[in-house]
Antibody, heavy 119, light 106 residues
Framework: QVQLQESGPGLVKPSETLSLTCTVS????????WTWIRQPPGKGLDWIGY???????NYNPSLQNRVTISIDTSKNQFSLKLNSVTAADTAVYYC?????????????WGQGTLVTVSS | DIQMTQSPSSLSASAGDRVTIICRAS??????LNWYQQKTGKAPKLLIY???SLQSGVPSRFSGSGSGTDFTLTISSLQPEDFATYFC????????FGGGTKVEIK
């Protein structure tokens, strides 16, 4: 079955770079689009961006100047980098599969990982 | 950005009740609307895509309708496992989510 697992540091200092990796199992990463979504504690969901196996990306304009999503098809992984973080970037970060590129519906999700921005 | 507004923000209901959640878009999004269920401490789960298509494995008591700017999620007979928070999400442009509707036990 399809499974996604986020990994990376749970604590990042202000102004530094948040880095997370999503490891995909049960399906080839080359078959779908893949996305990152975050949820600040007690709040709603924010879409960060997506990537296709070709390396084609699309980012939320509100984060575009700080975010990079990359993919490693040999490891069946994709990654998120968010630079110049502030406390406002504290959130649970989820990776997910985009079931249909046109519909942008997210059918499989990782369990989420809490990243806290604090000195 | 297209703004998504859900109502109510919370509701109390009993098992067996019919529950309706509304989602309004700030501009027309055709049928590019998805619904998710999220339980505390868990990742969201896709329920409905394309405004009215039931995701595989989701019970038939869940249904979605609407197009343009106004959408509804209906749970025909609320079950104990349905107490959760529900989010709508538009995919007409840069994806955005509604603020959520928390369904609580009455």
């Amino acid at each position: 079955q399809v499974q996604l697992q986020e990994s990376g540091p749970g604590l990042v200092k202000p102004s530094e770079t948040l880095s997370l990796t999503c490891t995909v199992s049960g399906v080839s990463i080359s078959s779908y689009y893949w996305t990152w979504i975050r949820q600040p504690p007690g709040k709603g969901l924010d879409w960060i961006g997506y990537i296709f196996y070709t390396g084609s990306t699309n980012y939320n304009p509100s984060l575009q100047n700080r975010v990079t999503i990359s993919i490693d098809t040999s490891k069946n992984q994709f990654s998120l980098k968010l630079n110049s973080v502030t406390a406002a970037d504290t959130a649970v970060y989820y990776c997910a599969r985009v079931e249909n590129a046109g519909m942008q519906n997210f059918d499989y999700w990782g369990q989420g990982t809490l990243v806290t921005v604090s000195s | 950005d297209i703004q998504m507004t859900q109502s109510p923000s919370s509701l109390s209901a009993s098992a067996g009740d019919r529950v309706t959640i509304i989602c309004r878009a700030s501009q027309s999004i055709s049928s590019f609307l998805n619904w998710y269920q999220q339980k505390t401490g868990k990742a969201p789960k896709l329920l409905i895509y394309g405004a009215s298509s039931l995701q595989s494995g989701v019970p038939s008591r869940f249904s979605g309708s609407g197009s343009g700017t106004d959408f509804t999620l209906t749970i025909s007979s609320l079950q104990p496992e349905d107490f959760a928070t529900y989010f709508c999400q538009q995919s007409y442009s840069t994806p955005t989510f509604g603020g959520g509707t928390k369904v609580e036990i009455k």
